[in-house]
């Protein structure tokens, strides 16, 4: 049986488990913010024996035996009972995020695509950046930094042509909305006036003249390279997920034959990350040059078999079945 541990509503597992039953591969689907509420959790770890079972209040059992592969897609931490002190509520809102975290490690990492541990050391642009250039990928020159001198000096080096984007995201949670602050071309009242701003870190990098960005899917040996044709809007041009946002923008998205040399190094980096499966962002230049951007360990990728018929569903499970 493979273990989906995922949420309610995403929609890259209901893709997948939509696969899994076309295929009937037997799976289970564990929606971490039902723990308390749907299901309890049991360790058990002795001398002689480490064992851990999944009981829902509807009598339905999972045991630790009975998992042969885990795909790990965006879980939730669960709300524990309101009624509890607001300092007691955070012991136990950490309590049950440890217990959580417990369980993943009590299952041998040869079964997961993606080990969250590794998952969570590899989700850091700086470090990718680092390693990518180990590894002999070109990336655009980077500055990160809150000092003023040092922003304007990038900025007056490639004589303003910059862009700006989040050290770790850019979406965050507001009161009663999502907010979205995307990678943007820097104008140079930004520069002006940045001494006058918080002192948030950015990332700052100079702007490459784009043919089109390339998303690189890879799991396991299987690489997927899908050219993304961000250059047909102006809003797209600096950031091709503008068209998450934007009902009236299709790109264009096509198969990608990657030179050899770069399958290796997509492959090298994952690797390096003790990843199996990693979604990779690519820029293709005018000057037909590729460059790293950054790597997301655990990113979106139904649009693409959508779009293209990359058969990455299979992949991800013919990974899991045969490991």
Known sequence: MLLIVTNKTDLASDYLILRMEELGIPFHRLNTEDYLHQYQINLSISNNQ???TINYYTGKSIKMSDIKGVYFR???IPRVNQNIEENDFKFAQREVLELLRSLWRMIDEELWLNHPKYLMLA???????RKAVE????IPDTCISTDHNTIKKFYDDFNGDIIIKAVKHGFYKGKSSVKIAPTQKVRKEFIDKNNQYAKVPAMFQERIEKEYDIRVTVIGKDIYATAIHSQDYEETKVDWS????RE????????HELPERLNQKCL???NKFNLNFSAIDLIYSKDKKYYFLEMNPNGQWGWIEDKVGFP???SIIDYLVNK
């Open 242 to 245: 503008a068209m998450d946002i």
């Open 123 to 129: 989700n850091n642009k700086i470090d990718q950046l």
């Open 312 to 314: 990455i569903r299979d």
């Open 268 to 270: 090298d980096i994952t």
């Open 50 to 52: 480490r064992e851990w």
């Open 74 to 76: 965006q879980p939730i």
């Open 248 to 255: 009236d923008i299709n790109l264009i998205h096509s198969r």
């Open 135 to 138: 590894i002999g990928f070109n």
